[in-house]
């Protein structure tokens, strides 16, 4: 199973959301979203998000 994991770093951003959505359908993907644009950002766990990911996509 691959992990993907997409970084937002912008509010309602339609492309990401449309991408992350066909994203979750398929059955051999993990994915996993971190929002930057939250007041409560992990960064310590987001670093280790990073480097457990297959791929990292940031928006």
Known sequence: ?????HV??????AL?????AKQKTE???QVEVVDL?????DYKSLLEKIFAADSVQVW
């Not at 199973?1 to 994991?5: E, G, I, N, Q, S």
């Not at 937002?8 to 951003?13: A, M, V």
């Not at 990401?16 to 992350?20: L, Y």
């Open 16 to 20: 990401a959301a449309d991408i992350i």
């Open 1 to 5: 199973m691959r992990t993907l994991l």
């Open 37 to 41: 644009t939250k007041d409560d950002a």
């Open 8 to 13: 937002l770093t912008q509010t309602e951003d």
């Open 27 to 29: 059955t051999e993907n």
